[in-house]
């Protein structure tokens, strides 16, 4: 089983900046790609940002030149650095990764427990 575990949320002033982390841990043999996930109340959950192992990005629109995403893929952890926050940027933020886990040899896609960020203005 791959857990992710999510820290950094918390609440911050507009224009503001705060720092996710999520490490990846249990039986994972490769995170493939890892990524950021939100979803404000009400609303479905929309993509943040992602990366590969290979270096790649993905990002929002309405996230670019703000948010950085980042790796450290010998510890199988991802960060998003989010500065002039919004806020339209409240949400609960989720990680995510597509890795292959051990246990099957198949990628799959988990999920951590997510973490709550508020901006306020």
């Known amino acids: 089983q791959v857990q992710l575990v999510e820290s950094g949320g918390g609440l911050v002033q507009a224009g503001g900046s705060l720092r996710l982390s999520c490490a990846a841990s249990?039986?994972?043999?490769?995170?493939?790609?890892m990524g950021w996930y939100r979803q404000a109340p009400g609303k479905q959950r929309e993509l943040v940002a992602t990366?590969?192992?290979?270096?790649?990005?993905n990002y929002a629109d309405s996230v670019k030149g703000r948010f950085t995403i980042s790796r450290d893929n010998a510890k199988n952890t991802v960060y998003l650095q989010m500065d002039s926050l919004k806020p339209d940027d409240t949400a609960v933020y989720y990680c995510?990764?597509?890795?292959?886990?051990?246990?099957?040899?198949?990628?799959?896609?988990?999920w951590g427990q997510g973490t709550q960020v508020t901006v306020s203005s």
């Open positions: 249990g039986s994972i043999f490769s995170a493939i790609t």
């Open positions: 990366k590969t192992s290979g270096g790649s990005t």
């Open positions: 995510n990764a597509w890795a292959i886990a051990t246990t099957t040899g198949a990628p799959g896609t988990y």
